[in-house]
Nanobody
Framework: QVQLVESGGGLVQSGGSLRLSCAAS????????MRWYRQVPGNERDLVAS???????YYVDTVLGRFTISRDNGKNTVYLQMNSLKPEDTAVYYC?????????????????WGQGTQVTVSS
C-alpha cells in the first residue's frame, strides 16, 4: 500500500557530502514521522535522525551539526543531507516512515521501511 524508494548512497572520501532521498508512493492518507536509520553488519539498526509532520527534528549525538533531515510533504519525500562525513558513518541507511494508507475508516498508521542504500566513507 505504501512503498519507499531510497536513493543517493555511494562512496565518498572522508570530509565529503552525500544527500539521501526517500520517496513514499502508493495510496497514502497521511504521513507522520519520517526517520533515517543506519546499520553496520553485526550491529543493530540505529536511529540517526527523525522529523515529525510539524518539522520538529531529532539527531543522534554523533551526527549533530553534520547531518540535516528535511521533508517535502508535497512530494512525500524525506531527505538526509550528510556533510563532513567520517569513516564511522559507513553503513546501510534505511528510511522509515509512519504512514496511514488510504483505505478508509478507521485510520491506522503503520511503519514502512525502505530497501536501504549503502554509504561508504573512505579515509
Amino acid at each position: 500500500q505504501v512503498q519507499l524508494v531510497e536513493s543517493g548512497g555511494g562512496l565518498v572520501q572522508s570530509g565529503g557530502s552525500l544527500r539521501l532521498s526517500c520517496a513514499a508512493s502508493g495510496s497514502i492518507f497521511r504521513i507522520n514521522d519520517m526517520r533515517w536509520y543506519r546499520q553496520v553488519p553485526g550491529n543493530e539498526r540505529d536511529l540517526v535522525a527523525s522529523i515529525t509532520s510539524g518539522s520538529s527534528t531529532y539527531y543522534v549525538d554523533t551526527v549533530l551539526g553534520r547531518f540535516t533531515i528535511s521533508r517535502d510533504n508535497g512530494k512525500n519525500t524525506v531527505y538526509l543531507q550528510m556533510n563532513s562525513l567520517k569513516p564511522e558513518d559507513t553503513a546501510v541507511y534505511y528510511c522509515n516512515v509512519v504512514a496511514a494508507p488510504a483505505t478508509g475508516m478507521p485510520v491506522v498508521f503503520y511503519e514502512y521501511w525502505g530497501q536501504g542504500t549503502q554509504v561508504t566513507v573512505s579515509s
